[in-house]
């Protein structure tokens, strides 16, 4: 199981995510560096847990349609490897995140056009490098539902398989940042049943390693954290100790 830690952009600086209430989130305080600047924090991040894979989700790309392409060069040029969710609405902003160094492309249920846009994103660059984000908020999906003729998440997520994913991020933002546990599990469980063959990374939530024991034991492939590593709660001891570094 890899631990991908969580970089979250508003206004060029890493914030804090809670429970999804943007207008709530401020510069992060972190243990790991004294600046909430994106390459200092992710910099950070390596030097203290060895981790080169981030999850990057872009704010302003998401919310205002404005894209940190300067943040997002930086850091790949840094060798980071980025999986980035920067609002995908359509492939020329792919085509601005494959550029930029963006290793994965996230494609977010929340901004998501529908399953059709989801296949064309597969075919163009490959499922290897395409990561349906199934954005829920206290377990209901977020986005414009008409598109994917459900609303149920376990048929949402169906819909993207059948359009070539073969990676998903399944991420109930009510849970983020909550330190309250991870909220998916038991869909996590069930998509695992349904598709074997499907990549499920999670998170939102995670308190320390016994989260991510359980998470392992339902045979998680990946586990998005943020707070836990910025307050303390898991660094390299922990995550040595359980044999989760080096995994990136």
Known sequence: MQIIPVVDLLDGVVVRGIAGRRDEYRPIQSRLSPSPDPLSICLAIRQELGLDRLYVADL????????????????????????VDAGLRDTSRADTLVEVGASALIAGLETSPGPGHVEDLCRRFGPERVVF??????????GVMDPWETSDPYGIAARAVEAGVRQI??????????????KTVDLCRRLKAGFRDLEITTGGGVRGVADLQRLEGEGIDGVLVASAIHDGRLGREELEAAGWLGRS
């Open 60 to 83: 302003d790309a998401i919310v205002h349609d404005h894209l940190n392409v300067a943040i997002l060069r930086a850091l790949a040029k840094e060798e980071f490897l980025l999986w």
């Open 133 to 142: 984000s199934l954005d829920l908020s206290d377990r209901k999906p977020m």
């Open 169 to 182: 991020i399944v991420l109930d933002v009510a849970g983020v940042g909550s330190g309250e546990g991870v």
